[in-house]
């Protein structure tokens, strides 16, 4: 098993900054693909960034290319998003998520998901 907490989000202005992190613990944090989804009132659960176990190698939404940086930090086992120029359709609940698969896109790929943390955006 593998717990994960997610926290930093909050409320920011459009064109903003927010950094999330997501604390692991449990099992070896380091053998895990990390991912950050996000879901909005109404819609479904969607990818926004994934990184690699060794932390070499990102992927990253269309809508978010440029703006979010995903990070980890094994020793830690933490994962962070860091998010600048933040839109107002930004806004939704983010989760992070430890899978198996090396920087899937896709829900169901992932087998351990925090509660998630709110990040809403003002305009």
């Known amino acids: 098993q593998v717990q994960l907490v997610e926290s930093g989000g909050g409320v920011v202005q459009a064109g903003g900054s927010l950094r999330l992190s997501c604390a692991a613990s449990?099992?070896?944090?380091?053998?895990?693909?990390m991912g950050w989804f996000r879901q909005a009132p109404g819609k479904e659960r969607e990818f926004v960034a994934a990184?690699?176990?060794?932390?070499?190698?990102?992927n990253y939404a269309d809508s978010v290319k440029g703006r979010f940086t995903i990070s980890r930090d094994n020793a830690k086992s933490t994962v962070y998003l860091q998010m600048n120029s933040l839109k107002p359709e930004d806004t939704a609940v983010y989760y992070c998520?430890?899978?198996?698969?090396?920087?899937?896109?896709?829900?169901?790929?992932?087998?351990?998901w925090g509660q998630g943390t709110q990040v809403t955006v003002s305009s």
């Open positions: 998520a430890a899978g198996s698969y090396d920087m899937d896109y896709r829900v169901r790929m992932y087998d351990y």
């Open positions: 449990g099992r070896t944090f380091s053998r895990y693909a």
């Open positions: 990184i690699r176990w060794s932390g070499g190698s990102t």
